[in-house]
């Protein structure tokens, strides 16, 4: 019996770098001189990096660093030999242009855009689509300041909420309640 191509068992961000292919990040890097004057911390390495703070939603440095060094026992799965010091990160942000990047997204695009979900519906299919949305309106701006319950302690509480459908062809809503 042969092993199964599929991806069981392997966490979702190592299935996610099986897509990427290192060889033509290497050859992209060469192109723009990215590896000049660079170590360690390759460019496979920045956009694995990249990636996991993309999936991880960090919004900082020091979120980065410290998701990193929680999963340091992790990183020899994710092709990552050492941990990114705090200085080294975003000197590389600097030093790599963004066109090294963007170039590797569109490798990755190009390799795999047919294998991709075309989810794009039809001009008949689009002219009977609603969309139902929905938002909480706070009652407590200067108008409607007597409005709510009051608590024993605490903060008033109290809201209206507004549901919309909107139709798709006319892009404004057809029904407000």
């Known amino acids: 019996m042969c092993k199964s191509t599929n991806f069981s068992g392997q966490p979702i961000f190592n299935q996610l770098l099986k897509f990427i292919d290192k060889s033509e990040i290497r050859k992209i890097a060469k192109q723009h001189e990215a ?58 942000n600097g030093c790599r242009c963004s066109n090294v990047f963007g170039e590797i997204y569109m490798s990755c695009y190009r390799k795999h855009a047919r294998t991709l979900a075309d989810s794009r519906l039809s001009d008949g299919d689009m002219k009977r689509l609603y969309i139902m949305d929905s938002t909480t309106i706070s009652l407590f701006k200067d108008i409607l300041r007597g409005v709510g319950r009051n608590p024993k302690e605490g903060k008033k509480k109290g809201g209206i909420k507004a549901h919309a459908i909107i139709k798709t062809s006319e892009n404004v809503p057809c029904l407000i309640r």
């Open 35 to 92: 590896e000049r004057y660079v170590k360690k911390f390759m460019t496979y390495h920045h956009v694995v990096v990249m990636l996991f703070v993309t999936i991880e939603g960090y919004h900082s440095l020091r979120e980065t660093i410290l998701g990193l060094l929680a999963n340091a026992h992790k990183l020899s799965h994710l092709g990552l030999s050492y941990l990114v010091r705090r200085s080294t990160f975003p000197e590389a």
